[in-house]
């Protein structure tokens, strides 16, 4: 199945915020979020204040680029910005016990693959997507 690119992401970035770290670092190929120095949880989406025990010590961390299927779907009818079909994908990342959405590339996933983060280029900004390892 040929997947179809953007020209821009469909949603408004703005990147002059506490969590502009997270864009840069999809720019430079790296999956960042923030670790709470005080306990030490590591939060996906980033934050700026830790919901765990209330701390603003916050410090950004690059997170692993891996993890497994923990299933997906087949996006017929893609939303607004997107060209065309694609699949959509629940992945467990490594080292984040969190599971993340994103697009997929490539044949159809099965639960349970390892797949890796990939990094696609939309105007400015890079966003991630996933392909098998």
Known sequence: MKMNTLDKPPYYIDVNTKLSSFWEGLNQGEFRTTKCKSCGS???PPRTLCPSC????IEWVNLPLTGTVE????????PPGFNGAFYLVAVRMDELD???LGRYTGEEPKIGDRVTMAFEQMGE???YIFKAL
């Open 98 to 100: 969190k599971t993340i």
């Open 42 to 44: 590591v939060h996906y």
């Open 54 to 57: 209330y701390s603003d010590q």
């Open 71 to 78: 299933t997906y779907t087949h996006v017929d009818i893609p």
């Open 125 to 127: 900004q890079a966003v």
